[in-house]
């Protein structure tokens, strides 16, 4: 039997029903209110709206679970790999080992990008920021790849990987770029993360060897980043998406959105608050009562979620990895405590603990990206190049969800009402 809420105003009700999905989440089906009452609802930043019915991340705030298709974060995360994870979300499934190998291939195949980038690059000054770059090169891509349109199974494929490749290609270009270094090719014998680093630190004189450690490190940073659901930048995917765009310039919009200070931005945002920290500039005790202050406008960058009210399973498993990847390359960073003095701080602190505020994923994983030698203003980069199968994953499934709409909200206008138009000379 098909469960209903009641909505009654003034002398209409209407029956609505009620939808459940697969770990018991109630959603009241609202799809018939306009018609049916004259009314719409209204939710600015979405807090409470469903914008789709998705299989493929399920998060539980108030526990702090995460899974992607079905599997925890935490098994993912001690057995599995980035590109393993990437297929897992896109296509739905863990790969079989030819599937991998095949994906693989596809991803070294498509790794280089066409010499008509390099002018592409030059024409940005060098102290462009890398996620400009990112997003502008992103939406590039539709240039030399205009098939990129309609796809069918076996060019959706193709695309995928091209797009998974070539993502890390450009982001390592942008950091050349941003310096003023020659751009270094991919090397076909180096795996994914290997060759990213490859691009970044390399010299045509010199070729750079990661460590295993951080190689590792690296993989789980952009494991743990690959899909959050309907976050800000992943519903600016299947917005722009639902326009029908192609899935370079859908992603090339999530790279935009995510650059953001509230989003991935905030990244950077924790290292130079921890950096301003340590320079002397305020306390951690004075950065907490800054952040608790409604009227200072700052908040403590990489703390609170707006899902996760319990803790963020990914910040313990970044946290944990940072104290082992700091101790493995013997990095002794002092801005590692001043994070682990402010979390004690807050956890403790009556506004932080009232409001259900905890680390997220950002907090540590720019205390982990700085000791594997990976500079700020890539923080946001690579968070981009570990969230790029997720939104693909978005892309792909709403482009198969029967009935897709273009999105579209409504809203309640409160600006003049009809007024007639006045000539020059009798304005005040
Ligand atoms: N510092 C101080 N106060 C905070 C913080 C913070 N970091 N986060 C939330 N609050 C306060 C809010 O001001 C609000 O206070 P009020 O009830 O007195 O008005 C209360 O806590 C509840 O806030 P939410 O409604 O839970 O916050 P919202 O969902 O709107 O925003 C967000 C979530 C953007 C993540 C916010 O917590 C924030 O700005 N955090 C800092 C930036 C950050 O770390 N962003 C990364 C998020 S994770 C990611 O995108 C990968």
Redesign the pocket.
Known sequence: MTRAAKLTFEDKTIELPVIEGSEGELAVDITQLRAEMGLITLDP?F?NTGACTSAITYIDGEKGILRYRGYPIEQLAEHSSFIETAWLLIFGKLPTRAELDRFSAQLTAHAPLHESFKHHFEGFPVNAPPMAMLSAMINTLSCFHPEAQDLDEAAFFEEAARLVSKVRTIAAYSYRRSLGLPFIYPDPKLRYVANFLHMMFSMPYDQHVATREVIEALNLILLL?AD?EQ??STSTVRVVGSSRANLFASCAAGVSALWG????G?NV??LEMLEAIHKGGMSAEQTLAL??D?KSG?????????VY?NF?PRAVILKRSADKVLGQLGVNDPLLDIARRLEELALSDS??VE???YP????YSGILMRAMGIPTNMFTVI?AIGRMPGWIAHWKEQHETEGMRIARPRQIYTGPRETNYLPMAERK
């Open positions: 930043a807090g980043h959050h976050n800000c200070p509230l989003h991935g905030a945002a924790v952040a608790k409604k700052f908040k403590l960058m990489g703390f609170g979620h707006r009210k963020d506004y932080f409001r259900m505020l997220n994923v950002d907090f968070f």
